[in-house]
Every structure is written in C-alpha cells, then in structure tokens.
C-alpha cells in the first residue's frame, strides 16, 4: 500500500540519527519519501542527518566517555601493582573445572557491576549509555549514573585482568598492556561511542510491529474510511460491510469492491489489513483510503495467503537481488 | 538569547517560515517555505538541527501532534515562535536594515 523507503537508509537513522527529535524527523523523512520523493533523495537526507548529529552527538556523550575513560585509567596501577606482584595466582585445574571457574567469575563479575546500579537507581541493568542519554537535563541522577560508569569501567578492568590471571595464564608486561588496552578499546570505549552497538533512543512503530507484534494488534476492530468521488466518505468494518457498500450506491465502489468475481471474504480481510495498518501506530490515527488505494489494498490482500503473512512478513519469498532493492532503493509494497 | 548570540542564517529563515506558517508549521512545510522563498534547497535534518538550537534558546516552542500510517507511525513536532523569538526577528532585521543602508553596491544593481 504504502512506498517503503531503503531499509539500511532506515537502520541507519534509526541507529545514528541523533537529533533529539528523530522520531518526527523520521516521520517527515517517510511522508516526503511517500508524496514521491526518490530513494536518493531520500539517502541524501537521511546521510545529512546522521553528518550533522554525529559530533553534536559525542559533544553530549563526552561527559560519560570522560567517565568510563577515567574509570577504567584508575583500575589500570591497581591492576599493574597485581600482575607485578603475581597476584592472583593461576588456579591449578583440568579445562572444564576452568571454565566453571570462568563462567562464575564473569556472573560475579556481572553482579559486582549491576549491584550498585539496583542500590543507586533500583534497576538490575548495566546499561548505562541508554540511561545517560535518557536522564535529560536532572543534575543529580546524572551524576550518579556518570558515577556508576566509572564505577563500571573500573571493576571492568580490575575484574578482565583477574580473570585471564586465575584462570588462563600470567603474561608479559606486553601482553599486560595489549589486553587492557584491547578490553579497553573493544569493550570500554566502542560500545559507548558507536550507537549501532546499543539499542536505537526511540523504537520506531514498525519496529515494534517486527519484533513484538503483539504490541500492534488494534485495541478495536479494524474499519477503514474510503473517500469517494462525489466527496462523501464512507465507514467500511467487516460486519455489515456489504450492507455498507450497498448504501452507499456507488457504482464506482462496487465495482472495486466486487467487481471480477471479488467475494465478501476477500473484501472483509483486505479491510481487516487496512485498517490494522492505519490503526495500529501510536494514536491510531485512521486514514481515509481513496478507490484506487482500496483496490490495491484488495489485489495485494488477494495475492497472500493470510492477512498475518501480509502484516508481519510480507517479503517471505523475496529473492536476494529482491533484498538488496529493499536495503538500497526501498519498495512500493 | 544571550547578549551578543546571533542568530544563523538558517535559523533566521526558519524563524520568518514559522511566522508565515503559523501553528501548523512542522518540519516539511518549513522546509518547503525555506525552499520556495530562498530558492534553495533545505535539508530536512539541518531544519531540524536549526530549530533544535531555537528551542535551546527559547526563541521556539514545539508540542507533538498527530501519528499517521503515512508516517510510519511517527508523530509530527509542530513548531512555533514565541515572544522572544518575535523580538529576536525584529532586531536582526533592524540589524540587517542598518547594515544595508547607504551601500551604494548594493543598490539598483550596481556591483
């Protein structure tokens, strides 16, 4: 029904697109892709977005860089002061008594770092980029959560190179300062500054429809409004819906609605689809379909075998050379 | 806005396209206003940037609107200039007025 825009253009402003209001810019983006604007304008858009956000976005986040950074500096003496001194000690152990070993090191390790988030801010989580960005402007709460990144950062450290020493080997004074360096890099830094690695600020209603469907299921039953030529516009829900169409004696949207041998049940699930699809977002806002929308809608619920597959997954069956048009250049569906 | 903070020639252009849109300015019609009345054209995302930082400065309210299927779901952020904002637009006029006046340059085509 609707002209979908490149999906990686999409996953890319979903992920680095940062401006504060991304959602509306995003549906801007989409309603201008919709009104007949080209795949390349619109990835030349949403490029700009994400050239124009990106420093604004590690201006924001320099305050919890400078704490996990700073975290993780203070672990790295304490830490040299252990290995200079051979403490701890490897743990003598055949391979599957190690990685026992490994696997409750890393659950105490995981506690020791969530444990002051749960006391401080009453969450079992450790994530705290999502919560950094998401504080807003409260003083107080971001000072605890820039604390508790540091405090991550530095039991982080502290924690990897107890593990490696207890349970895999001691190493040189070089390999000491790769690893930290290489934790540091891949499991410190990185995940706080590339976006991609963490979950997008705000979860598009397609997203939501993808991943949890449930969530989009209409709270009432599906009806669409279809405008007709004379101007009128009518109320089409599956009971009544032939009574409906009859009354409204057009001949015009009879003919779409049955004309060449349509059935009834054909007409009810192309309803059901179009008016899941308009009702199922945020305010459920319906909208009104005109008789060509209508007859697409029905030649398209005609050409899937249930209206779910035509909901939730309506590109099962697409080739590879299918996808990559959807990833670079989008779709009509 | 704080003495001396100037306003941007975007955000200038943002501000005139939300006094002629009135309340149902969001961030297409803007950018077509800007489009239409500069003759160039205006991305989305640098509109947004720009408004962004008029909001900072309390030259630019916005509230959330309507979410429609076109729209993927995503709700509209209307625009609109506040008091301020007015003010601010009156004085970089006078600014630019003054600034205009008596060079020979730039008057009847003269370069």
Redesign the interface.
Same mark, same amino acid.
């Given at each position: 029904m609707?002209r979908r825009p490149p999906a990686l253009a999409v996953w890319l402003l979903d992920r680095l $697109?940062y401006?504060?209001?991304n959602?509306?810019?995003? $549906?801007?983006?989409?309603?201008?892709f @919709?009104n007949g604007r080209s795949a390349g304008w619109y990835w @030349?858009?949403a490029l700009?977005?994400i050239a124009? $956000?990106f420093p =604004?976005q590690m201006a924001a986040l320099a305050p919890y860089l400078l704490a996990v950074t700073a975290g993780y500096a203070a672990q790295l003496p304490l830490s040299y002061v252990l290995w200079s001194s051979g403490f701890p000690r490897e743990v003598a152990g055949t391979g599957w008594a190690k990685v026992g070993l490994w696997a409750l090191m890393q659950a105490a390790g995981w506690f020791a770092s969530a444990a002051p988030v749960k006391w401080t801010l009453g969450e079992w989580s450790v994530r705290l980029r999502p919560m950094f960005c998401g504080v807003g402007t409260e003083p107080q709460k971001r000072a605890t959560i820039l604390a508790l990144a540091g405090y991550d950062s530095f039991s982080f450290g502290l924690w990897s190179y107890c593990l490696c020493a207890v349970v895999f080997w001691h190493f040189s004074q070089a390999q000491f300062l790769k690893w930290e360096s290489t934790w540091f890099v891949l499991w410190v830094f990185a995940p706080a500054v590339l976006p991609a690695l963490a979950a997008p600020a705000t979860r /598009?209603?397609?997203a939501v429809e993808h991943r949890e469907p449930w969530l989009a299921i209409p709270q009432r039953e599906p009806v669409i409004t279809v405008a007709l030529p004379d101007g009128r516009a009518i109320l089409l829900g599956r009971d009544r819906l032939a009574e409906s169409i009859y009354a409204a004696a057009d001949p015009q949207l009879t003919r779409v609605a049955f004309g060449g041998g349509k059935s009834l049940d054909l007409l009810r699930r192309a309803v059901w689809l179009g008016g899941y =699809? /308009?009702m /199922?977002?945020?305010?459920r806002?319906a909208?009104t379909f005109t008789l060509a929308e209508l007859a697409a809608l029905i030649d398209e619920t005609a050409r899937t075998k249930s209206v779910i597959e035509a909901v939730y997954q309506p590109k099962r069956r697409e080739s590879f050379l299918g996808r990559l048009k959807v990833w670079f250049c989008g779709d009509s569906a | 806005m704080p003495r001396g903070a100037y306003l941007g020639e975007l955000e200038l252009m943002a501000l005139l396209a939300l006094i002629r849109l009135g309340d149902d300015a %969001? +961030? #297409?019609p803007i950018?077509y206003e800007i489009e239409k009345r500069s003759g160039r054209e205006a991305?989305? +995302?640098?509109v %947004?940037?720009a408004?962004?930082r008029l909001e900072g400065k309390g030259l630019v309210t &916005?509230r959330?609107g309507? &979410?429609?299927? #076109? *729209? +993927? +779901? *995503?709700?509209? *952020?209307y625009f609109r200039i506040t008091a301020q904002g007015m003010r601010e637009v009156r004085q970089t006029q006078r600014a630019l007025v003054n600034l205009w006046r008596g060079l020979p340059e730039l008057e009847g085509g003269r370069a």
């Open positions: 609707f $697109g401006t504060r209001q959602a509306a810019l995003a $549906g801007d983006l989409l309603e201008e @919709r @030349r858009q700009a977005v124009d $956000g =604004r /598009s209603a397609e =699809r /308009s /199922s977002h945020i305010e806002k909208e | %969001y +961030g #297409v950018c991305a989305l +995302g640098s %947004y940037a408004l962004e &916005s959330l309507e &979410s429609t299927a #076109v *729209r +993927g +779901g *995503r709700a509209k *952020r």
